[in-house]
């Protein structure tokens, strides 16, 4: 059976694999990929539960994450093979899983916010994007550093760490590191170039050209207000004092006295260990007369590509919920940690139906609201 990555086209994160089969002359297959569609088949499912991408499949089973998929082709080298791109020794080895994690855990969060907001997976934020950029210079300084009497990261042939570090520097590189950025980064600029100019490299990602002009982030528009025609001033003596605002009158302020104490339930949740040991005390007091229990659902989570980025999007709605405190109480889940990365909870509503509250909140137009039937032992 022959090595098949799924992707979508253009993926770096796969040009980790390929670059590392180019070294040990491994023949993979790029089967046809629609992202959206091919990830949700059955047949995929079957073989790859998180309908995520990319994934590779192998005689011995499916393998998912890019880095695992980069490993297996690097320690398929064959016999006789003069190339290492695991290292030599067991410090070479434990070296090149070391950048590994210094790539995933410190480039890719801050290069996503940066490039997110140019291709717009992330919300345009200056706030972030000063932060990424300054959190992610500061990183890159360490591999300048590192750099300045290295040719390679890893001993003094080309590694794993080498190629994997410098795909996911890829777009960086392309699209935002312009000759102004990249002054202060001369040893690793001369590495990167260094890498993807290999045959091995270019076999893959073809000749490469470096950024010339950084992209920026796309400002939204603002609209502006449409003007109102002014409306007649009446005279002095017809002017009358403006009325009050009316204060909003909630319904659910006028429901009948409820035997569930919703306070004291969201005390008890947030101090509990675990949530099965409160469950006796939640169905002793509950009132499905005076409450109710929805699930919600993210509609679109094939654009959940970064779990930082998706942190922040939840964290952002929930902090849109403060006028919900007093007729809500919820909990979601992030399950992913690369698209489609979902989101999923469950909340408890004052009365029998989503409120305005949550309605109100421009965040829960990208979810699917679902009225849980807890006389259902499948909810």
């Not at 088949?41 to 880095?67: C, I, Q, R, W």
């Not at 409306?231 to 429901?255: E, S």
Request: hydrophobic content about 40%.
């Amino acid at each position: 059976m022959a090595l098949k990555i799924h992707s979508y086209p253009s993926n770096p994160r796969v040009y980790k694999a390929l670059i590392a089969a180019q070294y040990n002359n491994i023949q993979i297959e790029l089967p046809a990929f629609e992202f959206g569609v091919t990830n949700k088949t059955p047949e995929f499912l079957a073989k790859f539960p998180l309908g995520k991408v990319p994934v590779m499949e192998t005689p011995e089973g499916p393998l998912y994450e890019s880095n695992a998929i980069a490993r297996y082709v690097a320690r398929a080298r064959p016999l006789g093979s003069n190339v290492f791109l695991m290292g030599r020794t067991d410090m070479e080895q434990a070296l090149v899983d070391q950048w590994l994690d210094f790539e995933s855990l410190y480039l890719v969060p801050h290069q996503m916010e940066w490039l997110g907001q140019i291709h717009g997976f992330a919300g345009f934020n200056p706030g972030n994007l000063s932060k990424a950029k300054k959190a992610l210079t500061s990183t890159l300084r360490i591999l300048e550093a590192h750099l300045e009497t290295r040719t390679f990261l890893v001993g003094e042939r080309i590694t794993l760490a080498d190629i994997c570090v410098a795909m996911d520097l890829f777009w960086s590189f392309k699209e935002v590191f312009d000759a102004n950025y990249r002054r202060p980064f001369t040893n690793l600029t001369r590495w990167f170039m260094t890498v993807v100019n290999q045959p091995e490299s270019q076999a893959v990602v073809g000749d490469f050209e470096i950024c010339t002009v950084a992209k920026e982030p796309k400002k939204p528009e603002k609209k502006k207000p449409a003007q109102q025609p002014k409306a007649a001033q009446p005279k002095p003596a017809q002017q009358a004092a403006a009325p009050a605002p009316k204060k909003r009158v909630n319904p659910l302020d006028h429901l009948p006295a409820s035997t569930f104490d919703f306070e004291w339930f969201k005390r008890l949740y947030m101090n509990c260990d675990s949530a099965n040991d409160i469950m006796p005390q939640f169905w002793e007091r509950w009132d499905a007369e005076g409450f109710c229990v929805y699930f919600c659902d993210y509609k679109y989570p094939e654009d959940n590509t970064n779990p930082l980025f998706v942190r922040n999007l939840l964290g952002g709605f929930f902090q849109r919920l403060d006028s919900l405190r007093r007729y809500g109480f919820g909990v979601v889940g992030i399950f992913g940690d690369a698209a489609p990365i979902e989101l999923s909870g469950m909340w408890i509503f004052r009365g029998q139906e989503v409120p305005f509250e949550m309605s109100d909140c421009p965040d829960s137009e990208s979810y699917t609201f679902r009225r849980a039937d807890l006389t259902n032992e499948a909810d």
